[in-house]
């Protein structure tokens, strides 16, 4: 890296700059608009960003391009400051419609501060840009500056740019499941999941190990409603790093986690278990979990179900995530009207239900219970219709949040659920339970969906 490689380019039009698709923010952009959205996800932060460049200008650190085709050139650091430019100078091609009128608002403010050119550095050099973006990356100042890497962007941008690290198959299967469309977050605890990804365990997760890549044994909706339980298992700490410490309670979880998925595994709980052969399941160097390529056969090709077996050893304490009555027992909250009947009922019918034994009707209430809350709160608040539930929704909890009836975290967590798919975590998702075979609901995905988003619920009806 030294600065002989890079050339210094004035007053590049942000409309010829694009976003990187696999920036260590983005990571599987499939478009542009999707670049934005996914960044847009640290919403809060972005505001502020957007605030700051209007009052302020562009910091001093410059944001680095590559050359890309037809006179437009790819950030390859700086995608955050790009998309704030490409907000404040064109605030109605934002992705996110909710945010719009604050995008406005601000530009409204600062009119004549907002630059629509931008100085760069440039180089053809990949590793000198490379060395720069890793040495860069320090210091935050609550979203005007530039975020510290959490562990799992660092190791995806090692990953995509071929360097080694001590998360590699959990970087690596995680980035496969982000690909298919599993929305992950950029603090999801991939220190705590790489403790279980051992060649074995692999193959129980669907993936066999070919020329040091993961290649998949089983159906993309397997292997992804495994994904999706584990994403959602560790970002929601429903499970942490003492739940998979040892090798038997790991492969335990991931037991679960198939059964979960539809799948079913006989085990023998009167015989001792073959030790699995050390080579097949060595640490690297750096004390992380396997990453050599050798091929073993598969020990679960098959995609049958079977009967499962009975749990070993000692019962584990019950989470809320795998309650048998999605609403529990105790008071809930909902405030509806006498006169409401049809609500009562859902909420009645839902109280009866083992979430359990009836996913689908629990899974069909719920978004009954969710449209037809949301329907009531925008008619008492006079709310346009945006057409789709979960950007009725999402628009629904702006005005909550700017009105003091959720909180800060909460708004947050109800965004997350109309943004990107992820099974049934995801709130369109519930629409294509009705319409799709390949779309089923496991309980536990049902009750993390109504802990988190049980809150919207109860602020529409509130007083």
Not at 66 to 89: C, F, Q, S, Y
Not at 230 to 243: C, G, H, M, Q, R
Not at 373 to 386: A, F, P, V
Request: charged letters at 30%; proline letters at 5%.
């Amino acid at each position: 890296m030294a600065r002989k490689d890079f050339t210094q380019l004035n007053d590049i039009p942000i409309q010829n700059i694009l976003l990187d698709t696999e920036n260590a923010r983005i990571r599987a952009g499939t478009d542009q608009n999707n670049c934005i959205s996914r960044i847009l996800r640290k919403e809060s932060q972005m505001l502020v960003l957007m605030e700051d460049i209007a009052a302020h200008g562009l910091t001093t650190m410059p944001i680095l391009v590559m050359p890309h085709t037809e006179g437009k050139w790819i950030v390859k650091d700086g995608n955050r400051r790009i998309t704030a430019l490409k907000l404040l100078n064109f605030p109605e091609s934002c992705p996110e419609p909710h945010l719009i009128s604050k995008i406005k608002k601000i530009k409204e403010k600062f009119e004549q501060n907002i630059p629509s050119t931008v100085d760069c550095l440039s180089s053809n050099n990949f590793e000198a840009i490379f060395q720069e973006i890793v040495a860069r990356h320090s210091g935050a100042r609550n979203g005007a500056g530039q975020y510290d890497w959490y562990a799992y962007m660092r190791t995806v941008y090692l990953l995509n740019n071929g360097h080694p690290t001590d998360y590699k198959r959990a970087g690596q299967y995680m980035c496969w499941a982000e690909r298919e469309g599993l929305d992950v977050e950029d603090d999801f605890p991939i220190s705590s999941v790489a403790r279980f990804f051992t060649k074995d365990n692999l193959r129980l997760l669907g993936f066999e190990i070919e020329n040091d890549d993961l290649v998949p044994i089983l159906s993309k909706e397997k292997i992804m409603k495994m994904a999706s339980n584990i994403n959602s298992d560790f970002s929601l700490k429903l499970v942490d790093v003492n739940t998979v410490f040892n090798p038997d309670d790991a492969k335990q979880y991931l037991l679960s986690v198939r059964e979960r998925a539809g799948i079913y595994d006989h085990v023998d709980q009167d015989k001792n278990e073959s030790k699995p052969n050390p080579s097949e399941d060595s640490t690297d160097k750096k004390g992380g979990p396997d990453n050599s390529s050798e091929k073993n056969p598969s020990t679960d090709s098959s995609e049958e179900d079977t009967k499962p077996s009975s749990p070993r050893g000692r019962t584990p304490k019950k989470s809320p995530a795998e309650r048998s009555k999605i609403l529990g027992t105790g008071k809930i909250g909902i405030n509806v009207p006498d006169e409401e009947t049809k609500i009562r009922t859902i909420i009645s019918e839902l109280r009866q239900l083992d979430v359990k034994k009836t996913t689908l009707a629990v899974a069909f209430l719920l978004r009954a219970l969710l449209e037809l809350s949301d329907k009531e709160y925008r008619r008492m608040h006079n709310l346009t219709d945006r057409k789709s539930l979960a950007k009725n929704i999402a628009f629904s909890a702006e005005h909550m949040f700017e009105n003091g009836l959720i909180t800060d975290s909460e708004h947050h967590v109800i965004l997350t659920y109309t943004r990107g798919e992820q099974g049934v975590l995801h709130i369109e998702t519930l629409q294509k339970l009705i319409h799709r075979e390949t779309h089923h609901p496991d309980y536990i995905s049902l009750n993390v969906f109504w802990t988190n988003i049980g809150c919207f619920v109860r602020a529409c009806w509130k007083d």
